[in-house]
């Protein structure tokens, strides 16, 4: 309901323009143009806004026939040619009545209209059709075209036309949208091959590099391997000289230490060997020292023994008693000839030292 209020309200706009701009027209010829008040701008811009309405219009009607098959019972595709119908009808004759039925009036008016910047591209084309089809259908004669003028049968020619072009336009657009889609999945195929090739390539070379760096690790642990084994042998060797060395060393310090052993050995067997010397020679000192003792002892004694005798002899009438005492003092003598014979010991002693 409110578009079709709109539509009135523009198609009045629209007659009410083209009316005062044409009957402002009439008499003056087209080169009176602002001057006279025809304001062409002011109609291309309404007709450019009824223009959108009518393709509207044009295509749905079409894509109703396309969808029904030419017609249906259940969608009436006859709306939209009925509005349009209408809406050229008002046009047609506010362009006629307003030229008083002048058709060098209207195709001259016209001309101005559809040139202008509002009407572009299609607008253009519809505008000079439309323009085109009035005058061709106008005749000479005034009267006859303001009485008799048929614009039912006119748009009727015009909406064929236009229907024809949309079809057209939209079957055009349908096969362009179809190839867009077929490049578009062409495209997308390609892509999603590209993409798989690619990822593929990805997982060829990331699968190249894992095993790549799966044999470096593989090689660097051999040779790791490898180092630490020749590291471990070398210091094996190392030990091994390191052990022969202190081996070699120790022999040395125990040969050295058996010398010095032999040598202070040696030295102490001479000490010893002197010192047994010494006691030897002490010895033999002592010996003969003893000797020379028992010598004198001895001799002592026997000197000792003639003076029992001699005093035996003298006493004989206390012989018993003499002889007791006898025995008596020769026990002191012997004891304290002992001291006497250590005494010449020690002193034999003192000269072999002295010696």
Request: proline share 1%.
């Amino acid at each position: 309901m409110q578009r079709t209020r709109a539509m009135m309200l523009l198609f009045a706009s629209l007659t009410y323009l083209a009316q005062g701009a044409i009957h402002a027209a009439a008499g003056h010829g087209f080169l009176s143009g602002k001057k006279s008040g025809m304001q062409p701008e002011l109609v291309a811009t309404t007709l450019a806004r009824v223009e959108d309405r009518w393709r509207s219009q044009a295509v749905l009607f079409t894509e109703c026939n396309s969808t029904q098959g030419g017609g249906s019972a259940t969608l009436d595709c006859s709306h939209a040619t009925s509005a349009f119908m209408k809406s050229c009808s008002t046009v047609v004759s506010a362009v006629v009545s307003g030229s008083s039925g002048d058709r060098e009036n209207v195709k001259e008016y016209l001309g101005v209209v559809c040139n202008e910047p509002e009407l572009t591209s299609w607008k253009k084309e519809w505008c000079s059709g439309l323009a085109d089809s009035v005058s061709s259908m106008m005749s000479a004669d005034n009267y006859e075209n303001r009485e008799d003028f048929d614009s039912t049968r006119l748009c009727q020619g015009f909406w064929s036309k236009m229907t024809a072009v949309e079809a057209t336009r939209l079957e055009q657009e349908r096969v362009e949208h179809a190839r867009r889609l077929e490049a578009e999945r062409i495209q997308l195929a390609a892509a999603k091959k590209k993409a798989e090739e690619a990822a593929a390539e990805e997982a060829r070379r990331r699968a190249v590099a894992e095993a790549a760096a799966k044999e470096a690790a593989k090689k660097a642990a051999a040779e790791a391997a490898e180092k630490a084994r020749q590291e471990a042998k070398k210091r094996a060797e190392e030990q091994k000289k390191a052990a022969e060395r202190a081996e070699a060393e120790a022999v040395k310090r125990q040969q050295e230490e058996a010398a010095r052993e032999a040598e202070e050995a040696q030295k102490r067997a001479e000490e010893a060997a002197a010192r047994v010397d010494a006691k030897r020679k002490e010895a033999a000192a002592e010996e003969a020292m003893a000797k020379h003792k028992l010598e004198a002892a001895k001799a002592a004694a026997d000197k000792m023994k003639k003076i029992k005798e001699a005093a035996k002899e003298k006493t004989k009438e206390t012989k018993a008693t003499k002889s007791a005492a006898a025995k008596k003092t020769s026990a002191p003598q012997k004891t304290a000839a002992k001291p006497v014979a250590a005494k010449n010991s020690t002193a034999a002693k003192v000269n072999v030292k002295k010696h």
